[in-house]
């Protein structure tokens, strides 16, 4: 059947973020359209959004249309939460109309919810484990200077001024990746006539 390290969780074919349009209440606080009586438009994804905001609410207006319906008029009324920032200042956060968490952006699949309430993944989390070892390996070794491309099994010089501590952890962390990449690495020699 699969082959190495084929399967997982995360192969169910769940959309990912990065693929979903976002609804950032960062970006309508910066033009002032969470502002009590504010009234205007978004335009979101080739269409426009009638927003109007309230105390404490802003009412995102729009026609929907999925793949198997007709258009659909909704009129959705989200919360809005001001929270106050360590240093003076508050920092607008939606509430899920689902679950009520406080989220920074909600995405638009038929209706806005946040991430998980519409069980939406990373792209990350689709990387196998292998791969993600392969790039922190990568990354720990750039991080110690090292100039080369998947380098894995070479262990970089301790940098100049480097205190030896602090170099051990970074060697140790670099070993931790490159054990969980190793078997993969000699599966990918042994099918490239590389093996021993």
Not at 100 to 127: E, M, N, P, T
Request: one cysteine or more; glycine letters at 12%.
């Amino acid at each position: 059947m699969g082959g190495f390290n084929s399967g997982g969780w995360n192969d169910t074919g769940r959309r990912v973020v990065e693929d979903v349009p976002s609804l950032p209440i960062g970006a309508l606080a910066d033009r002032g359209m969470v502002r009590p009586g504010y009234r205007g438009g978004w335009e979101w994804r080739d269409e426009w959004i009638r927003v109007h905001a309230d105390a404490g609410r802003v009412t995102l207006v729009y026609d929907y249309r999925s793949t198997w319906t007709d258009w659909m008029h909704v009129e959705e009324a989200i919360a809005v939460d001001s929270v106050a920032c360590r240093f003076g200042g508050t920092r607008p956060y939606w509430r899920c109309p689902i679950c009520q968490k406080r989220v920074l952006a909600l995405y638009g699949i038929g209706w806005f919810r946040c991430r998980g309430c519409h069980r939406l993944a990373y792209r990350s989390q689709r990387d196998r484990t292998t791969f993600r070892a392969l790039e922190r390996g990568d990354r720990l070794r750039r991080n110690l200077g090292m100039e080369t491309f998947l380098g894995w099994g070479s262990v970089p010089p301790r940098p100049k001024g480097m205190h030896l501590r602090t170099f051990a952890r970074a060697i140790l962390a670099i070993k931790a990746a490159d054990d969980v990449a190793e078997p993969f690495m000699r599966h990918m020699a042994g099918d490239c006539g590389g093996g021993r």
